[in-house]
DNA sequence: GTCAATCTTGACGATCATGTCAAAATTGAC
DNA sequence: GTCAATTTTGACATGATCGTCAAGATTGAC
């Protein structure tokens, strides 16, 4: 091949999803990942055509590596109780890393009124139910049967608790506060 | 008083209050209050200074108007779950209302992150701070002691899984969906 | 009715972001 | 070493938004 890409997309993309992570797909602008990457503004027009399809890109990857720890979190752990506390802690300490903390990208994404696109809409939707399929099943697999029958329901519950939690850090609350809340929730959630 | 303003305040912050919350601070223009308001620019600016100004008049608005509805919505009820159902559903309809649904301002502007005045974060946090204290207030007035002595943060998960209703809408629950996740959560936090 | 303070209006300059393009540079294939 | 496909580079045109300002319009006070 002729005339070949003169940067490593793997490290540009890692460094694409940084940029995203702290200012947003609608915020972030060209020349900030231009700048963050060291690759030229027209190279990555050449390259990829527009932002959003490198916020695709990143996004993806993000989604990706979260859905695995998640997915680990979520395993870890002697009681059901052990298990969501341990997928809560591991999204309060994903969106309270940095400095400063850069929050939830996902949920950061959801809120971006200014995204018409379908493609980034249905990627927040694909987080969003898919970790609900992950804690479902987790519930799912409880002793206590009250909780399995409703897994479903509860795994909504939890995710949208989550959600919450995104916010709540966005708006000044410390990892310890998020903590304190998610040791609270899990506790009068399934009973402690 | 010579040379008097031309167009009524009161309307004014009513209908920025309306473009605020179905664009958000960072993404109405002057331009658009300009046209939704009839008002033109220039005017806006001799009359307020800038875009900010506005939208805290407008925010200051809205959040009295949200506080009192709250306020009601957790005074009326036969036990603790019926207030905080009431609360609940409040805040769902008044998130999923209008064409398209609007959304919750306060989480919208929360997770604006163009937005670095103190003036604004604090008042997102005068929110949050306050429907605590009101579901705080509310809880605490429960027969039921396990919960009253934990009204402090058994408000705060309430009003962080508000958060979360708020995020979940703009992924594109129904006002259906966010209805039966309320039900279930009030049902597994304060027993059914 | 006149005056003067204030508001309104329309235009201006500056800044920033987007997307495009032609010319130059790079490099694998032969 | 030459060629040709591809990338890189820097500049350009476009459009949006902001904030300002001078000139004109309005109106309460006298």
Chains 1, 2 share one sequence.
């Not at 070949?4 to 890692?14: G, L, T």
């Not at 999803?17 to 700048?35: E, I, N, P, S, Y």
């Not at 927040?124 to 804690?135: F, H, M, P, T």
Request: with cysteine; aromatic share 6%; proline share 2%.
């Amino acid at each position: 091949m002729v005339g070949v890409r003169q940067f490593d997309e793997q490290e540009m993309i890692a460094t694409a999803l940084d940029v995203f992570w702290r200012k947003g797909l609608h915020d972030a602008t060209m020349q900030d990942l231009a700048a963050a990457t060291g690759v030229q503004r027209g190279s990555l027009y050449n390259a990829y055509g527009d932002k959003e399809a490198i916020f695709q890109r990143a996004f993806d990857q993000y989604a990706g590596q979260l859905m695995d720890s998640c997915g680990k979190a979520l395993a870890e752990g002697d009681d059901i109780a052990a298990r969501l506390q341990n997928f809560l802690d591991l999204l309060i300490v994903n969106m309270t890393s940095g400095s400063p903390p850069r929050g939830c990208l996902t949920t950061r994404t959801a809120l971006d009124g200014a995204i018409s696109s379908a493609a980034v809409r249905q990627r927040v939707q694909g987080v969003l139910s898919r970790l609900e399929q992950l804690v479902s099943k987790a519930i799912s697999s409880a002793p206590d049967k009250r909780l399995a029958a409703n897994a479903n329901r509860l795994a909504r519950v939890v995710v949208t608790f989550t959600r919450g939690l995104a916010v709540m850090e966005r708006a000044g609350y410390t990892r310890k506060q998020l903590k304190e809340s998610a040791a609270t929730f899990v506790d009068a959630l399934v009973g402690g």
